[in-house]
């Protein structure tokens, strides 16, 4: 196992484990609001305490960066290790029981080693560069679905760039011609490794940050799927505009997008 890969478990799990005990005592649960439809609690911040001190012990010079405390600048910054402790925060704070932890380790811009885990269902999404992607330690490969007939399609609505709602309900509305049907689930981490275990045949969504995603690409990657942006190229480390699937589905999402994208959503 790579090394990186083993304190990314050790420290998703820890962050997992205490996310779960305090889903059990929600009057213990502190919300504020840090942004239009954005929404931030005290088990945010106290997973992310958890899995930074965690990296730190093994690898005090790497840089971190994470969703609620921004970039912990460290002296070797080729390896930065991104982190959303909480995936899926709006979920956790109504009680539904579906969110994550995600880690993914980038080495000079590549992604090496990537985690994302569900706390709720014991599910551990693993992966290396190159050495596929696991659950729980059996092997993923996504869906071989071959055309957008008949497949489910997970996606997030643009609840935070509300701008992009009517490009995005007409590029849903042409999918859904296509398609057998949507998932909505409220964690873009899950929704990709859901990609990676063939649960879901395809993912898209709108102005997504790198700490949503960097972890599940990895994991899509691996699985013998593909990421692209929104015209097919590969910018949505920057746009956060993210299509992913097996590339026959990739193409078929980027087909039926092409009309319906303001220049915006195309770069």
């Known amino acids: 196992m790579h090394p990186m890969l083993n304190i990314a478990i050790r420290a998703a799990r820890k962050a997992g484990n205490h996310i779960a005990k305090s889903y059990e005592t929600p009057d213990a649960i502190e919300a ?18 958890l899995i930074i001190d965690i990296i730190r012990k093994s690898y005090p010079k790497h840089t971190i960066i994470t969703e609620e405390s921004g970039e912990h600048i460290g002296e070797d ?16 704070i109504k009680r539904l029981p579906h969110f994550s932890v995600s880690i993914a380790v ?22 290396t560069r ?20 008949g497949t489910v399609i997970a996606t ?15 590029v849903l509305g042409k999918l859904f011609e296509h398609c057998a049907d949507f998932r909505r689930t409220g964690s873009a981490a899950l929704d990709m490794a859901y990609v990676a275990a063939g649960r879901v045949d395809g993912f898209f969504e709108i102005g997504l940050k790198p700490w949503d995603f960097l972890g599940g690409e990895l994991l ?16 949505y ?7 992913a699937g097996n590339p026959r589905i990739v193409k078929d999402i980027l087909s039926e997008m092409r009309e319906e994208l303001t220049e915006a959503l195309k770069r």
């Open 32 to 49: 504020s609001q840090k942004g239009s439809n954005d929404f931030v609690t005290n088990v945010d911040r106290d997973a992310e305490t």
């Open 77 to 92: 910054n080729d390896v930065q290790w991104v982190i959303d402790p909480l995936d899926g925060t709006t979920n956790f």
């Open 106 to 127: 980038r080495i000079k811009g590549r992604t090496e080693v990537s985690v994302v885990y569900d706390p709720m269902r014991n599910e551990l999404f693993t992966a």
């Open 130 to 149: 190159g050495q596929g992607a696991q659950l729980n330690g059996y092997r993923l490969r996504g869906s071989n679905a071959r055309e957008l007939d």
């Open 156 to 170: 997030g609505f643009p609840f935070k760039a509300k701008q992009h709602t009517i490009s995005y309900m007409n």
């Open 220 to 235: 899509v990657r691996e699985s013998g799927c593909i990421v692209t942006d929104f015209v097919g190229g590969h910018n």
């Open 237 to 243: 480390i920057n746009s956060g505009n993210v299509v």
